[in-house]
């Protein structure tokens, strides 16, 4: 089993729904999660951060976490066509007390039809 | 400007042929790290480093060497190059006592080797 898994996509929405991304992974100790975005060719950008179980809201971005389930996802509100990109899950997976890697899975192909 | 900076941007090169692809960051940073991102596999960590002179091998780390003699550069050293080699390569910088927290990325290399 992969650390961070994704469905690779791609995943198409029309214009102004919400897409919902989802990411699962498998180390039950991790406490950070992460969504990058990333335009083709270019390097990723964060766009969300969630650090305990529940919803967290940023503008049009709605990260969600549930710890037992070991799943995270993102929903987008009111797709725009400037949304479409591949959006990478990442997990912050513990080393020692204070060291960490962050593992990414292979991302999401999103594509938001005009 | 926080930033992370990667040279040169795009390189075509010769089987065998010795190259560095550079990487400096100016945010004070102690962990850095490079990736690099193949079609369908998402992010893979090649190398990583704590701090100077502390380095570490990633998940894919054949056929690459690092170096860490200063704090703000990571240079990703490819000795033999191969055509296996070929892949768009990211660095990236986080500050070490909040690994879990975000990673700065570089513009990226994309290699090619023939």
């Known amino acids: 089993q992969k650390e961070v898994e994704q469905n690779s996509g791609p995943l198409s929405v029309p214009e102004g729904a919400i897409a919902s991304l989802n990411c699962t992974y498998s180390d039950r100790v991790s406490q950070s999660f992460f969504w990058y975005r990333q335009y083709s060719g270019k390097s990723p950008e964060l766009i969300m951060s969630?650090?305990?179980?529940g919803d967290k809201e940023d503008g049009r971005f709605t990260a969600q976490l549930n710890k037992a389930s070991q799943y995270v996802s993102l929903l987008i509100r009111d797709s725009q066509p400037s949304d479409s990109a591949t959006y990478l899950c990442a997990v912050n997976i513990i080393i020692t007390s204070n060291t960490g890697k962050l593992i990414f899975g292979q991302g999401t192909t999103l594509q938001v039809k005009p | 400007e926080a930033q992370v900076t990667q040279n040169p941007r795009y390189l075509i090169t010769v089987t065998g042929k010795k190259l560095t692809v550079t990487c400096s960051q100016n945010m004070n940073h102690e962990y850095m790290s490079w990736y690099r991102q193949d079609p369908g596999l998402g992010l893979r960590q090649i190398y990583y480093s704590m701090n100077v002179e502390v380095t570490d091998k990633g998940d894919v780390p054949e056929g690459y060497k690092v170096s860490r003699k200063e704090k703000r550069n990571f240079p990703l050293i490819l000795e033999s190059p191969s055509p296996n080699q070929t892949s768009l390569y990211f660095c990236?910088?986080?500050?070490?006592?909040?690994?879990?927290?975000?990673?700065?990325f570089g513009q990226g290399t994309r290699l090619t080797v023939v």
């Open positions: 990236a910088s986080t500050p070490r006592d909040r690994v879990n927290t975000e990673a700065f």
């Open positions: 969630i650090y305990s179980n």
